[in-house]
């Protein structure tokens, strides 16, 4: 089993829908939950940090974790074709600057929103 | 644009061959990191650097292997190439402090024929 799982998708979805991408992980250990979006032929780019249970939000997107049911998500309002893009959730092994940058990804959410 | 770059773009060699890809981390970072991409594996951790010693290994090969140079440039070695090596190979830097922010390069893609 992987660590972090992630469906892949593809979701496919008009503009102007509510988007909703998930990540579940299996380790407690986890506690600081992000979000990277890659554009295709592109590195990944930051795209949300959050720390703790519960929402953060940042303009059209939420990120929302459940620690107690190790499941986080990753909420699109408005959705345009711009944010046409492969989803990732990724997560340090543990909390603060002790975890070595050793990033674990989830497989990616490949997402299309059409006109 | 993450100010991460790095060089070839694009690389096609030869099965048993040996290759470099070269990673600029973003001025004033000192660690670099290396992350293989495939459709199967997903997104992997292979390496880290700080400031020019490794501080971090993840499921790197014994044939791969990176370093850091005092200008704090990366290069990872990859040799004795393989049809599965194929893969895009990503930089990422990060402030000292702070490894969980990482800025991500381009990548380099590795066709190994």
């Known amino acids: 089993q992987k660590e972090v799982e992630q469906d892949p998708g593809p979701l496919s979805v008009p503009e102007g829908a509510i988007v909703s991408l998930n990540c579940t992980y299996s380790n407690s250990a986890f506690q600081y939950f992000m979000w990277y979006r890659q554009y295709s032929r592109k590195g990944p780019e930051l795209l949300m940090y959050t720390y703790s249970s519960g929402n953060k939000e940042d303009g059209r997107f939420t990120a929302q974790v459940d620690k107690s049911s190790k499941y986080i998500s990753l909420f699109i309002r408005d959705s345009q074709p711009s944010d046409s893009a492969t989803y990732l959730c990724?997560?340090?092994?543990?909390?603060?600057?002790?975890?070595?940058?050793?990033?674990?990804f989830g497989q990616g959410t490949i997402l299309t929103v059409h006109p | 644009d993450s100010g991460v770059t790095q060089t070839p773009k694009h690389l096609i060699t030869a099965t048993g061959q040996r290759v470099t890809l070269r990673c600029s981390p973003r001025?004033?970072?000192?660690?670099v990191y290396w992350y293989q991409q495939s459709l199967d594996q997903g997104l992997q951790f292979l390496i880290q650097?700080?400031?020019?010693?490794?501080?971090a290994k993840g499921n790197i090969l014994e044939r791969f292997s990176a370093q850091q140079f005092p200008d704090l440039h990366s290069e990872l070695n990859l040799s004795s190439l393989e049809l599965g090596d194929s893969a895009l190979y990503f930089c990422?830097?990060?402030?000292?402090?702070?490894?969980?922010?990482?800025?991500f390069g381009p990548g380099t893609r590795l066709t190994v024929l």
């Open positions: 650097y700080y400031n020019g010693e490794e501080r």
């Open positions: 990422a830097s990060s402030r000292a402090g702070d490894t969980d922010t990482q800025y």
């Open positions: 990724a997560m340090p092994p543990s909390a603060g600057g002790t975890s070595y940058g050793k990033l674990t």
């Open positions: 001025s004033g970072d000192l660690s």
